[in-house]
């Protein structure tokens, strides 16, 4: 079936320093959603991307949307300590399930 | 709005034990979905409703079984729990092609 790799697994950055998360398929996407989980929390919708080459921001983040829809991305500009977490990507079957294809998430650390 | 709410929010059984895991939506979804995470494995799928009295099958539905009686509960029974099943579990309730909601989650350890 369908699977959404996302790399890398972990990342340490420097309070200050950008980063990166990549989510990848084989397969054309229908969309791709994004989420954060905090520490000791539960995952947080941040974002839908559905067009090819859609590009989103909010705040220091940025998501895009590859122009084949088989690849996305989210950019943290200047990360925060309160940017820790996981990062989760995630494919919506396109049937009348509604199910999310998950990726395995990027875990961020942030040295202040 | 209360959102999605779980209770237990912490439980340790024994194994052979049975329980029940109770998730309520208060946001009208037709959408249900029991996940468990475990470390290094994301999310995964147990079990799923796309409306009331209806359920479905995920990527690991072994030993687990659940019923969605009203619109807004959607219930996860463990029959008899073995420590494979020790996880962290997140109801999380949707609209149609939007966003997940998720709940606090349901931390349970099985000894």
């Known amino acids: 079936g369908q699977q959404v790799m996302q790399i890398p697994q972990y990342q340490h950055v420097q309070e200050g320093e950008d980063f990166t998360t990549y989510c990848n398929s084989s397969t054309t996407l229908s969309n791709i959603q994004w989420y954060k989980q905090r520490p000791g929390g539960h995952p947080v919708f941040l974002i839908q991307l559905v067009k090819s080459g859609e590009v989103k921001k909010q705040k220091r983040l940025t998501f895009q949307f590859g122009e084949a829809k088989k690849n996305s991305s989210l950019h943290i500009t200047a990360t925060q300590t309160t940017d820790v977490g996981t990062y989760f990507c995630a494919n919506q079957n396109a049937g009348n399930n509604r199910k999310l294809i998950w990726g395995l998430g990027t875990s961020l650390a942030v040295n202040p | 709005n209360a959102g999605v709410t779980q209770t237990p929010k912490f439980r340790v059984l024994k194994t052979g034990q049975s329980m029940t895991l109770l998730c309520a939506q208060d946001m009208n979804h037709e959408y249900m979905y029991w996940y468990r995470q475990d470390p290094g494995m994301g999310l995964r799928l147990i079990h799923y409703s796309v409306g009331e009295g209806t359920t479905a099958k995920g990527e690991v539905p072994d030993g687990y079984n659940v019923s969605r009686l009203k619109k807004q509960n959607f219930l996860l029974g463990l029959e008899s729990a073995a420590p494979s099943q020790t996880s962290v579990y997140f109801c999380?309730?949707?609209?149609?092609?939007?966003?997940?909601?998720f709940g606090p989650g349901t931390r349970l350890t099985v000894t």
């Open positions: 999380a309730s949707s609209r149609d092609v939007y966003e997940q909601y």
